[in-house]
């Protein structure tokens, strides 16, 4: 393979501090060019949404996907295929439902089968003022989980390595990104929030899922409401044509 000769270039954002970075002809700089230049890329698409976001929040998003493919290599949490679009199908994906309601401070979410820490982990870094339960029942998932809340520096994240059905107390949303059917899902979490709305959506379950939902719907008690809204209206890439965010309450 031929490299070109050395390039040097000055890399200026606001979650880092000015960096000269050079890179010398050879295969393992070219790599990490790649690499660099795609984190690049996939931080532009979290800032094309979401354009008002902190320093801090930045510096997070980006530790991200690094901690990830780190985690990855060692127990099995996201597809290699899904890793290649990591921001899109895991972070952006997790934050519909920022573009659905703005937590106010102290709000209180469970994220119920948080599997790798999603949507909490990115709603967690979009919403610093909320506190969010992480909870999963794979022991090694939630292990994950707990390290990558540390290593972001994220107070507001609790996690539990337990079963939807054994969880105690209230809170204000669930969330979960299609853990299981509906009908399921809502008979082990209806009891876990609470009636007493403080933000501008109602309390309830938010429940990010594609394809055709209306059949489960159908299943569901008569006295839920329900919105269903298409990410599409969001987000343009082709990935969110078919997904879905369930407001349920």
């Not at 659905?100 to 401070?105: D, E, G, I, L, R």
């Not at 790798?116 to 989980?145: T, W």
Request: glycine share 6%; net charge positive.
């Amino acid at each position: 393979m031929a490299f070109a000769a050395k390039i040097t270039f000055v890399v200026k954002q606001e979650s880092i501090n000015q960096q000269i970075i050079t890179f010398e002809p050879n295969s393992t700089s070219h790599c990490f060019l790649l690499y660099f230049c795609a984190l690049i890329t996939a931080m532009d698409l979290i800032r094309k949404y979401f354009d008002t976001l902190s320093a801090e929040q930045l510096r997070q998003f980006e530790a991200l996907q690094p901690l990830y493919t780190d985690w990855n290599s060692k127990i099995n949490l996201i597809s290699r295929k899904d890793m290649e679009q990591f921001y899109a199908h895991h972070v952006l994906h997790s934050l519909a439902i920022a573009k659905y309601v703005k937590f106010v401070a102290g709000t209180k979410i469970l994220d119920v089968g948080t599997g790798g820490g999603f949507p909490g982990i990115p709603l967690a870094i979009m919403f610093p003022e909320a506190s969010f339960h992480l909870v999963d029942s794979i022991g090694k998932k939630i292990m994950v989980v707990k390290e990558v809340a540390s290593a972001l520096g994220l107070n507001n994240v609790e996690t539990s390595h337990q079963r939807a059905e054994t969880i105690n107390g209230q809170y204000d949303f669930v969330v979960s990104r299609a853990v299981t059917n509906l009908p399921d899902f809502v008979g082990w979490t209806a009891k876990r929030y609470h009636g007493r709305s403080r933000n501008l959506k109602p309390n309830g379950i938010l429940y990010l899922k594609g394809g055709e939902v209306q059949s489960e719907l159908a299943l569901l008690p008569k006295r839920y409401i329900s919105n269903v809204m298409p990410l599409n209206a969001w987000f343009d890439e082709p990935y969110f044509e078919t997904k879905l965010l369930l407001h349920l309450y």
